[in-house]
Structure formats: structure tokens, C-alpha cells
């Protein structure tokens, strides 16, 4: 079955990094556009940033511009998440997810990925 696993979540001071990832398995990896999506206490789950099964088109909320990166290796089925300059604000769970309808750009819908992780805990102290 498909699994999409994050790790590298934790606890950082405000104006520290954390890189997150996020390992497929069960899917063709490549053929997926994947997303990063983050939902903090009592909020909805918001888009953060996606990029294309190819890494070749991204794109951010622009909360995060200039902080944050995200990157792909379809060689380890792997996607990553960078973030820089973290504010208290990021606190949130984050989740990977898998968009398979590519012939449209990333989405920022999350109704349109058909598989998310479980998530991983980023808390940012002030």
C-alpha cells in the first residue's frame, strides 16, 4: 500500500532551520506532483508549498517565500522541505502529500492529493 513517512520535525528557536522529508513508497513516486501542507492548533490545513513530479515547477504561500525550499529525488522517492528563518507562526503539524492527476499543474487544494503521511510535529519557540 502507498505510505508517505515525514520525519525531521522538532522544536527550534524563532530564526532557526529544520528540513523535513518525506519517504514514498507503494507508488511511482515520479509520476506524482507532492505538496507540503501544515495545520496548526484549532485552524484548517493550509498549502505551504508544491512542486512537480519533474522538480521542475514549485510554488509557496507567500508566507513562506524566501524561507522556505522545496526540493525532490525521484531516485530515493524522497521530497524535502527546507525552512529557514522559522517563526513562531510555522508551528503547525506538516504533511506530505501525493497529487496524481499531473496533467495540471501542483495544486494547493488539498482535495486534490490522494495520499497523505501522517505528519510531522514543527514547534517554534519565540
Known amino acids: 500500500q502507498v505510505q508517505l513517512v515525514e520525519s525531521g520535525g522538532g522544536l527550534v528557536q524563532a530564526g532557526g532551520s529544520l528540513r523535513l522529508s518525506c519517504a514514498a513508497s507503494?507508488?511511482?513516486?515520479?509520476?506524482?506532483?507532492m505538496g507540503w501542507f501544515r495545520q496548526a492548533p484549532g485552524k484548517e490545513r493550509e498549502f505551504v508549498t508544491a512542486i512537480s513530479r519533474s522538480g521542475g515547477t514549485t510554488n509557496y504561500v507567500d508566507s513562506v517565500k524566501g524561507r522556505f525550499t522545496i526540493s525532490r529525488n525521484n531516485a530515493k522517492n524522497t521530497v524535502y522541505l527546507q525552512m529557514n528563518v522559522l517563526k513562531p507562526e510555522d508551528t503547525a503539524v506538516y504533511y506530505c502529500a501525493a497529487q496524481g492527476q499531473v496533467s495540471r499543474p501542483p495544486s494547493r487544494d488539498p482535495k486534490d492529493y490522494n495520499y497523505w503521511g501522517q505528519g510531522a510535529q514543527v514547534t517554534v519557540s519565540s
Open positions: 507503494g507508488l511511482t513516486f515520479s509520476a506524482y506532483h
